[in-house]
C-alpha cells in the first residue's frame, strides 16, 4: 500500500502519513494516512470527537502531532511554524479581526507576505468581487451579517491562493437556507480556482452535497474513505451505513441454506442474498453479519423475495417523499420508502415489506 | 403594584409605563447621589468662585494658585507623579495581565487572588510595610548593611513615593485590562498565524490592538486615582513630593481655608474630568465597566499612522526575538512570562508579608529581622480602649455602609439592566463618578454640607460618606452578574404565574446573589479601609481604625502599627476570599 517511501507523487497535494496525536490517555487521531490529490474537494465526516478537527489542526499547524509526518507538494511541513506553512484555514466562527475593515482583513495575509500596497489593494477588490461583496469592502466584520461575513472569511482565505484550504465547519453557524446557498457558492469557488480542499463537517448532507472524496471518521480513525456515491451505495460497515443516510440494519449469522445458497438467519427471520452481495462483503465466510437495506430498497405490499411484517407506527411526510416507520415483532423499528402515488397505510394497519435478494449490503 | 395600574392601561400607556418603570428602581440612589455627591462637590467649587466675607464672585482664588510658585509647583508635581505611576503601572502590569489571561481558568482564579489580595490590601496598611522595607534600619537597609555596602535614601524622596504609588496603581491597572484581554478571541490570533503573520505580527497587529480599550482604562482609573493621594506621598515622600491633596488637607484642617481648597480641589477635579473626556472620545466611557466599545469609522490618518507604529513595533520584535534567540533558547523564551510575572506578584505580595514578622517583634522599634519575638504588641492593640473603640466604630460602620450601598446598587442595576431609555447612559455615569471625581474632592465637599448639618463626628455621617464612594464598586459587582442573568427566566416565571414582587424575590434574587454578595463585602471593606472621609468626619472619640493608624503613622511609627496591620489585613482577606468563593459560586 505504501508507495516509495519519503517523496510522495507529484499529483499528491497533501499526504499526511502515520499522523497521530494523544491527549494524556485520550487517543484523539489514531496513526492516520491519508492522501489528497491536488484540486480535490475531500471532506472530514464524523460525530464529535470522532478525529476530524484535531487532523485539521494538525495539518494546519495549530496543533503539534506525537508522531507522523505532513507532506504538502512532497515537502515535510511537519515541524514548519503555522505562518510559515502555505495554508489556509476557514474558521468555524470566521475569526474576522473585529479591529480591521472587511477589506483590511482581506489584505492582511498579503501585507504578511510583504505584497506592495497597490498589488494588495488590487487582489484585495477581485477578491470582494469574487465573492460579490464588492461595496463592503469599508464595513467592520461586525456591521454584515452572518453570510456576509462567512463571504469575507473566504475571500480572506482565497485571497492569497495556499496550496490547500482548510475549512472547518465553516457553515455551521448560518441557517439551513443560508447554508445551502453558501454550499453552492463554496463548490463555485473551488471549480474556478481548482484550490485543493479540506473540508470538516457533521452534517452528512453537506458531505454528500459538495465532496469529491468523503473521509469517513469515527473512534479517532479513518472508518471509510471514497466517493459519496461510494460511501452511500457500499458502506463497509455498519457504523458508515448508519451515519451516512437512513439505514434499516438487519443482525444475524451467515449460514448456507439446504441448497448451498447464503442466507441471513436473523431474530425477524431468514434473508435470501444474492451470491453477489454475499461475495462481495468481507463477511463472506460463516459468523456474525448485518444486513443493510436502505429504505427506497424496501418495498411496502409489493415485490421481493424476503419479506419482514409488522405494524405501521408513523409516517413522515418529507415534501418529496413519505416514510412509514414499521414496528416488527422483535420491537426493532424499520423505515419503508413509500412508492410513488401510493398512500399511506392507516397506523396500525399490518403490512408486509418485501425487498429482493440483491439489494443491500452486507457488513461484518 | 405596576401589575395592577398596567391592567387598567391601555396600549400605549402599557409600553409607556413598561419603558419608563424599571427606571424608578434608581430614584433612591439618584436621589442619594444627588444630595450627598453632586450638590457637595458643586458646592465646594461654587466656594472656589466666592469671596469668603462678601460672597462676590471672584477670581482670586486661582490667581494665587497660579501666581505662587510653590502651589503651582505643587500642581505640576501632581500631574507628573500620576502620569509617571500610570505608565509604570501599564508597563509593569501589561505581560503580568496578558499572562494571566492566557492560564486555564482555574489557574488564573488562583493567580488573581495575588492582584486582588494587594488591591485591597489598606493603603495604610501597604504605605507603612514600605516603610518597613526601605526605612534606615529597614529590610533593604538591614540587607545592604550586612553586605557591608552603602544605604541610599530610599525613603522621603521619588524613589520612595514612585515605589509606594506604583505598589498601590499596579493591581488595579492589572484588574482593569484583564477582563479585556481574557475577552478576546484567541482563536483571532491563530487565525492571523495560520494567514502567515510572525507570532510578533500576529501580537501586535491583532492582539494588542483588540487590548488598547483596557490599556486606556486602566490609564485612565490609575491616572485618576493616583491625583487624589495623599497617604503614599506623604509617608514616603519628602516636601518636594507633596502632592495636591495633601495641600488641600493642609488647607481645611489647619487654615479652614474652604475657597483656596476648592480652587486645589477645581483644578484636581478639572484634570479628571478632562482624563475622562478624552478617553470617552477615543473609546467611550461605557467599555469601562465592559459594555464593549463603540467602534468608529476607520480610514483616517491617525488610524494610518497607528497601524505603521504597530508594524514597526512588530518588526523591532521580531528582530528582538531573533537576537535573544541563542542566550535564552526555546525554553527560556516560554519560560519568560512566567518568571516575569512571578516577580512582579512577589512584589505585590511581599511588602504585606513583610509587616507579619514585625508585629511579633520585642524591640520597640521597626527593626528587620526582629531581634526577638513576642506578643507584646497585640496585647497593646487589645488592652487599648482607643485602638479597641476604633475598630468596633470601623466594624459598625462598614456594616451598615455595606447594606446601604447594596440596596441603592442593587436597585439602580436592576433598573439599568433592562431600561432602553435616553437617561440611561447618565445615570449609568452618575453612579460610576465617585470613583472618578478624587475622594478628596469628594470628602472636603461632605465636610462642607456636615458642618452645616450638624453630621460632623457623627457615625450617620460617615456611613453617608462611605457609601457615597462604594456605591461604583458595589453597583459594578451587581451591574456584571445582572448583564449576564437571563430574563427569560423572569418572563418564565411570570407565565408560571408569579407577580412581578415574587419573580423579584424567588427568581431574579437567588439568580444575581452573588454579585449581591460580592456587592456587600465590597463596600464593607471600602468602608472598613475609607481613610479620606475619616480624617475630615471622624475624630475625638469617634475615631475610625483607619484614622487611629494614619494619626499613628504621623505621630510616632511603632509595632503596634504592625499588630493592627495584620489584623486589618487578616479580616480583609477573609472578606474576600468569601466574595470570590460566592462569587464563583454565584455564576
Redesign the interface.
Known amino acids: 500500500m505504501l508507495p516509495s517511501h519519503g517523496t510522495a507523487p507529484p499529483a499528491c497535494k497533501l499526504l499526511v502519513d502515520g499522523l497521530t496525536k494523544s491527549y494524556g490517555s485520550v487517543v484523539a487521531l489514531q496513526p492516520t494516512r491519508l492522501e489528497v490529490p491536488a484540486g480535490e474537494f475531500l471532506t472530514l465526516l464524523g460525530p464529535s470527537g470522532s478525529g476530524k478537527t484535531t487532523l485539521l489542526q494538525m495539518i494546519?499547524?495549530?496543533v503539534e502531532p506525537n508522531g507522523g509526518r505532513i507532506l504538502i507538494d512532497g515537502r515535510d511541513e511537519t515541524r514548519t511554524?503555522?505562518?510559515?506553512?502555505d495554508?489556509?484555514?476557514v474558521?468555524q466562527?470566521y475569526?474576522l479581526?473585529?479591529?480591521?475593515?472587511v477589506a483590511?482583513n482581506i489584505g492582511?495575509?498579503l501585507r504578511?507576505?510583504g505584497i506592495p500596497g497597490a498589488d494588495v489593494d488590487r487582489r484585495v477588490r477581485e477578491a470582494l468581487e469574487m465573492v460579490h461583496l464588492g461595496h463592503l469592502g469599508?464595513r467592520?466584520p461586525?456591521e454584515l451579517s452572518g453570510g456576509q461575513q462567512q463571504r469575507v472569511a473566504l475571500a480572506?482565505c482565497f485571497v492569497?491562493q495556499p496550496s490547500v484550504i482548510l475549512m472547518d465547519e465553516p457553515l455551521g453557524a448560518l441557517d439551513k437556507k443560508l447554508r445551502e446557498h453558501m454550499q453552492y457558492e463554496i463548490k463555485r469557488l473551488h471549480r474556478e480556482t481548482g484550490a485543493t480542499i479540506i473540508y470538516v463537517t457533521h452534517d452528512q448532507e453537506e458531505a454528500l452535497a459538495m465532496s469529491d472524496r468523503i473521509c469517513l471518521m469515527n473512534h479517532a480513525r479513518i472508518e471509510q474513505i471514497g466517493t459519496p456515491h461510494d460511501i452511500y451505495a457500499r458502506p463497509k460497515t455498519a457504523f458508515a451505513a448508519d451515519f451516512i443516510g437512513v439505514s434499516n440494519i438487519f443482525r444475524g449469522r451467515l449460514q448456507r441454506d439446504e441448497g448451498g445458497a447464503p442466507i441471513l438467519v436473523t431474530g425477524g427471520g431468514r434473508f435470501r442474498l444474492s451470491p453477489a452481495t454475499a461475495t462481495a462483503s468481507a463477511a463472506a465466510g460463516q459468523g456474525e453479519a448485518s444486513l443493510i437495506v436502505r429504505p427506497e430498497q424496501l418495498d411496502l405490499d409489493g415485490e421481493g423475495d424476503n419479506e419482514v411484517s409488522g405494524q405501521v407506527v408513523d409516517t413522515v411526510y418529507a415534501g418529496s417523499e413519505t416514510r412509514v416507520l414499521v414496528a416488527l415483532g422483535d420491537q426493532s423499528t424499520i423505515t419503508v420508502r413509500l412508492r410513488r402515488g401510493m398512500s399511506p397505510p392507516p397506523l396500525g394497519d399490518h403490512v408486509a415489506v418485501r425487498w429482493r435478494s440483491d439489494a443491500g449490503v452486507l457488513v461484518s | 403594584m405596576s401589575a395592577v395600574l398596567l391592567h387598567g392601561a391601555d396600549e400605549g400607556g402599557l409600553r409607556q409605563r413598561l419603558r419608563f418603570g424599571p427606571l424608578w428602581l434608581a430614584a433612591p440612589g439618584i436621589a442619594f447621589l444627588a444630595v450627598f455627591f453632586l450638590y457637595p462637590v458643586l458646592r465646594l467649587l461654587g466656594l472656589s468662585v466666592q469671596d469668603a466675607d462678601t460672597g462676590a464672585w471672584t477670581g482670586e482664588h486661582y490667581a494665587r494658585i497660579v501666581d505662587t510658585g510653590v502651589y503651582f509647583r505643587v500642581l505640576m508635581g501632581t500631574f507628573r507623579i500620576a502620569g509617571l505611576t500610570a505608565l509604570f503601572s501599564l508597563l509593569l502590569g501589561y505581560p503580568l495581565a496578558y499572562w494571566l489571561a492566557q492560564l486555564p481558568e482555574r489557574k488564573r482564579g488562583v493567580m488573581i487572588l495575588a492582584v486582588m489580595v494587594p488591591f485591597w490590601t489598606s493603603y495604610l496598611v501597604k504605605t507603612f510595610a514600605w516603610m518597613v522595607i526601605l526605612g534606615r534600619t529597614g529590610v533593604i537597609g538591614g540587607i545592604l548593611a550586612a553586605g557591608g555596602l552603602p544605604q541610599p535614601e530610599m525613603l522621603h524622596n521619588e524613589f520612595g513615593v514612585m515605589i509606594g504609588m506604583v505598589h498601590a496603581m499596579l493591581p488595579l491597572a492589572v484588574l482593569t485590562m484583564l477582563p479585556v484581554m481574557t475577552g478576546i478571541d484567541r482563536r483571532l490570533v491563530q487565525a492571523a498565524e495560520t494567514l502567515g503573520a510572525a507570532p510578533g505580527h500576529a501580537f501586535w497587529l491583532v492582539y494588542f490592538q483588540l487590548s488598547l480599550p483596557g490599556i486606556a482604562a486602566a490609564g485612565l482609573l490609575t491616572f485618576i486615582s493616583s491625583l487624589g493621594f495623599f497617604i503614599v506621598p506623604a509617608l514616603l515622600g519628602g516636601p518636594q513630593q507633596t502632592m495636591l491633596a495633601q495641600l488641600i488637607i493642609a488647607q481645611i484642617q489647619e487654615m479652614l481655608n474652604w475657597a483656596f481648597a476648592g480652587a486645589l480641589a477645581t483644578f484636581m477635579l478639572a484634570a479628571a474630568l478632562v482624563t475622562c473626556w478624552v478617553y470617552d472620545r477615543i473609546f467611550g466611557l461605557s467599555t469601562l465597566s465592559g459594555e464593549g466599545s463603540r467602534r468608529k469609522k476607520g480610514g483616517g490618518r491617525m488610524r494610518r499612522a497607528g497601524q505603521g507604529i504597530l508594524s514597526a513595533l512588530a518588526a523591532l520584535t521580531a528582530m528582538a526575538a531573533r537576537v535573544t534567540a541563542p542566550v535564552l533558547g526555546e525554553r527560556g523564551r516560554d519560560r519568560l512570562p512566567a518568571v516575569y510575572s512571578t516577580l512582579v506578584l512577589v512584589f505585590l505580595v511581599a511588602p504585606a508579608i513583610v509587616v507579619v514578622p514585625i508585629a511579633f517583634t520585642s524591640s520597640p522599634f521597626l527593626d528587620f529581622p526582629p531581634p526577638g519575638y513576642s506578643l507584646k504588641w497585640f496585647e497593646v492593640y487589645f488592652g487599648s480602649d482607643l485602638w479597641l473603640g476604633a475598630t468596633l466604630r470601623s466594624f459598625g460602620v462598614a456594616f451598615a455602609t455595606a447594606i446601604l450601598a447594596t440596596l441603592i446598587a442593587g436597585l439602580a442595576a436592576l433598573a439599568l439592566a433592562r431600561s432602553t431609555s435616553r437617561w440611561r447612559g447618565a445615570i449609568f455615569a452618575l453612579f460610576l463618578a465617585p470613583m472618578i471625581v478624587p475622594r478628596i474632592v469628594i470628602a472636603v465637599g461632605l465636610f462642607y454640607l456636615f458642618a452645616q448639618i450638624g453630621l460632623v463626628a457623627t457615625d450617620l455621617g460617615l456611613v453617608i460618606g462611605h457609601t457615597v464612594l462604594a456605591l461604583p464598586f458595589a453597583f459594578v459587582a451587581i451591574a456584571a452578574v445582572v448583564k449576564g442573568h437571563d430574563w427569560r427566566l423572569d418572563q418564565a416565571a411570570a407565565t408560571l404565574g408569579a407577580n412581578r414582587v415574587q419573580t423579584l424575590m424567588r427568581v431574579t434574587v437567588p439568580l444575581i446573589r452573588g454579585g449581591l454578595v460580592a456587592a456587600f463585602l465590597f463596600a464593607f471593606i471600602t468602608s472598613f479601609d475609607e481613610l479620606t472621609v475619616a480624617i475630615f468626619v471622624s475624630g475625638g472619640v469617634k475615631t475610625t481604625l483607619p484614622k487611629q493608624m494614619w494619626d499613628d503613622m504621623i505621630l510616632q511609627l511603632n509595632p503596634t502599627l504592625a499588630a493592627v496591620s495584620v489584623v486589618v489585613f487578616l479580616i480583609v482577606m477573609a472578606l474576600l476570599l468569601i466574595a470570590e468563593r460566592l462569587r464563583r459560586s454565584g455564576r
Open positions: 494546519c499547524g495549530l511554524p503555522v505562518h510559515k506553512r495554508i489556509g484555514l474558521f466562527h475569526a479581526f473585529p479591529h480591521l475593515t483590511e492582511f495575509p504578511m507576505r469599508d467592520f461586525k480572506r492569497y
